[in-house]
């Protein structure tokens, strides 16, 4: 079996299929500050990195100027940076709050909601270039990386070890530590075995005014001082840059998988099965959903066989070891048929295992095959995901628009993704009014506008709909404390 990682399908994507219009033709606006101190800002610049690390020239302007998000704005930056080390970060913030500059810190641009897009009188400062695994401590369990470090790289070299990171973003083949922790990304696995957040130990966090800071710890328990750690976590590069991840670990032996595959007569009906695990009290290590748009267009891409007669497809692994494992599955297969699942099977193989859950991997890069794509990330209780569900499907009528559907379903995280056809302008003002709807939604099911791709732009006026303002000023609060001329990534996160 040929294995296709979702970084050859990103690549082979963006081959296939034209270039967003926005992608071709950057929002480029004429900077307030004046070209000459802009040629100052990057002349200091060379003075303390390479020249062929201060890029100006229009292909990498264009390039770096957003992130996957590209119906959200952007701006061409006046530079990009190419940092290596925490010392050259904290350079170009100096130079850069000095000169009234402002600062987009990017990672592999993976980011869906626009995190990373640039905006006018920026530079964008990459991290990838900062890619290394610096320690792995064995007896305390725990990895010390670089934020330009691949999630699935990091996976295998601790994996050397007998150790295991379990966050694992469907994206892990293309996406950074870094990106992970600006964004707190979550996961396939996270309905078990948590987020981000919960594997970051400590941080070294480069200021806005240069200044650099060492936050968290390396022990098992602690809890002196405020958490910066966890508001670090999830803050898209808005209140620091961090320049190293000290990460958690876990054993990577003591589990033994097992897929239970489930095939629903629809969207609903999946929904119901569940809610179902939620109230029986069953945590799955997964539990994905795949709806028929996305099954189509995964095995129209890569031919992995999957069924092209089916609606929607319920993926759930269980890890537990010996006869409670086998329980547990069992319990789960009994789920799924009770709620309505036909063909219901248990699979073992782990080659089987790993095509059913690469086919969900590579939905998203699939889906962008057939045009634009506008994703959702949106998080509302289990009991609420078949009610959700079927407000989903009665938006993509009434606003006349495909809507695929993906999900980490075992925590209530869906991510609807609306497509329009490339070019078609009245499409895409209908996928945005289909977008709104979605969010305005989940909020009156009690969820919330992100689970793990971040606020970022796209997310922006759900996010105000669902904090208030008395805790909007609070955000402000901290901003304002820790970056109170607006020098890092402004106007994204709140």
Not at 112 to 117: E, K, Q, R, T, Y
């Amino acid at each position: 079996m040929t294995v296709t990682t979702e970084a050859d399908a990103r690549a082979a994507s963006s081959a296939a299929a034209p270039a967003n219009a926005a992608a071709q033709t950057p929002a480029v606006s004429a900077p307030a500050l004046a070209a000459e101190a802009v040629d100052a800002f990057v002349a200091d610049l060379t003075s303390t990195l390479d020249v062929d690390r201060v890029l100006r020239d229009p292909e990498s302007l264009a390039r770096y100027s957003h992130d996957d998000a590209e119906w959200a704005p952007f701006e061409a930056p006046l530079a990009v940076v190419l940092a290596r080390s925490t010392d050259e970060v904290s350079a170009v913030l100096r130079r850069a709050a000095a000169s009234g500059v402002r600062v987009v810190p990017r990672g592999a641009g993976t980011g869906l909601s626009g995190g990373a897009n640039a905006v006018a009188d920026c530079v964008v400062l990459s991290l990838e270039l900062m890619d290394a695994v610096t320690e792995i401590d064995v007896d305390e369990r725990y990895a010390v990386v670089q934020p330009g470090v691949i999630n699935d790289a990091l996976r295998a070299a601790v994996a050397e070890h007998g150790l295991w990171y379990p966050p694992d973003p469907a994206s892990s083949a293309i996406s950074t530590i870094g990106g992970n922790v600006a964004t707190n990304a979550g996961g396939i696995c996270c309905v078990k075995y948590g987020v981000t957040r919960d594997y970051v130990l400590g941080l070294t966090v480069v200021l806005a005014d240069g200044s650099i800071v060492e936050l968290g710890r390396r022990t098992a328990k602690g809890v002196a001082g405020y958490d910066l750690v966890g508001l670090m976590v999830g803050s898209e590069g808005t209140l620091g840059v961090v320049t190293s991840v000290t990460v958690r670990l876990l054993p990577l032996a003591g589990r033994d998988e097992r897929a239970v595959i489930g095939y629903f007569p629809s969207l609903v009906a999946a929904g119901d099965a569940v809610a179902a695990i939620s109230r029986a009290g069953i945590i799955p290590a997964a539990l994905e959903m795949l709806d028929r748009t996305c099954l189509r267009a995964v095995d129209d891409w890569v031919h992995l066989g999957l069924p092209s007669d089916v609606d929607t497809l319920l993926l759930a692994r269980v890890d537990e070891r010996g006869a409670a494992g086998d329980e547990l599955a069992d319990q789960v297969a009994r789920v799924f048929a009770e709620a309505g699942g036909t063909d219901v099977e248990l699979a073992t193989d782990p080659a089987d295992i790993d095509r059913l859950f690469q086919a969900r991997r590579l939905a998203y890069p699939a889906l962008e095959r057939l045009g634009p794509v506008l994703t959702e990330d949106i998080c509302v209780p289990r009991s609420a995901v078949p009610e959700m569900l079927r407000r989903i499907q009665a938006t993509a009528a009434s606003a006349d628009v495909v809507i695929a559907n993906i999900a980490h379903a075992g925590d209530g995280n869906l991510h609807p993704l609306i497509i329009a056809p490339e070019g078609d302008d009245a499409a895409k003002a209908r996928a945005k009014v289909a977008f709104d709807a979605i969010v305005a939604d989940c909020l009156d099911l009690g969820g919330t506008v992100t689970g793990e791709h971040g606020v970022g732009l796209l997310k922006l006026p759900g996010l105000r709909e669902e904090l208030g303002e008395r805790v909007l000023a609070m955000h402000r609060s901290v901003k304002d404390a820790l970056d109170p001329a607006g020098t890092l990534n402004p106007g994204k996160a709140f």
